[in-house]
């Protein structure tokens, strides 16, 4: 009986560690943005810290919000809307951490102005009286009138797409031109349907500095699942520090992994501009300095029913 009892706690063991695993379920929007989230996946780096992430594929940031406060989701990729997460911030206090954000500008291009590629346009204040389309969610409205509005283009009329639908609709007419975030401008410009207008537009419209860093997007992880499973959040968060690593070391291989999860695969890989990437602990003053004037924005705008402080939010291990 011994040996068999033996026997048996040998086999139930990995079921034990299995079943002690918690799902890391991370919500991600098809942007490049998320490619470090996208490289640690494919390259293991999960599986190595013995984890099982789901990654749950949403059209807009605001279902990545929903999910987090429905407790559907544990947390946020890269490229997540950071003012969306301070929506969620605000319904529900202390509901999340940001680990990583991925600061864009002029240089590291995430968000633009596209035109259609024989458009006369010249700026962004040529788009006055036109239709401009912006993905979906109070974060690419509030940004696209805002930046509009600064620039000159009076009487702009902003519509919410897909993000995947801002090139075919540039190129059958619909729209004169959007708002929208990498890859879609590659995408386009590659296709020979779109050219882009303006780079780092939020930089320089909302930030006043084409090189200041904007933080549009966020990975997370929320405080539930940090408080409950401390140990699995430590790995992860290890993890895809991995992945960070890996995009900044070796950017030209780990472009490959868009495929499956943004609109562009294979060849066009080699094209898409990628965005910086900065972990809570590599946050200096002056960059949460920035961050705090974008979602400051959100509450001039009444966007946010009352302000949010961004230092708060950073994750402390």
Partial sequence: MTGAAAALGTLAAPWVHAQGTPKVRIGYWPV?????????????YFKEAGLDVAPLRFAGAQQVMEAMLSGRGDGSANGVGTANLGIGAIAQPGLFKIFCTNPSNVKNVLEEFLVPKASTVSSAAGLAGKKVACGPGIQNVTLA??????????????IELPIAQHVAAIAAGQV???YTLEPTGTVGRLNGTTRTLEAGVVSHYILGDPMAPWHGGAATLTSDFIRKNPAAATRFIAAYRRG????????DDAR????????IEG??????????????DEFKPSDADYFQKFYDLFTDRKVFSQKVDVRPLLYRA
């Fill in 256 to 263: 490959q992994y868009l495929k499956g999860y943004t609109a």
């Fill in 145 to 158: 009138r805002t930046m509009l509005e600064r620039a000159g283009a009076k009487g702009a009329n902003v």
């Fill in 176 to 178: 004169d031109g959007c």
């Fill in 267 to 280: 060849p066009l890989t080699r094209e898409v501009p990628l965005a910086a990437y900065m972990m809570y």
């Fill in 32 to 44: 490049a943005a998320g490619l470090p989230f996208f490289a640690a996946i494919e390259k293991g």
């Fill in 244 to 251: 960070v690593t890996f995009v900044r070391e070796q950017p």
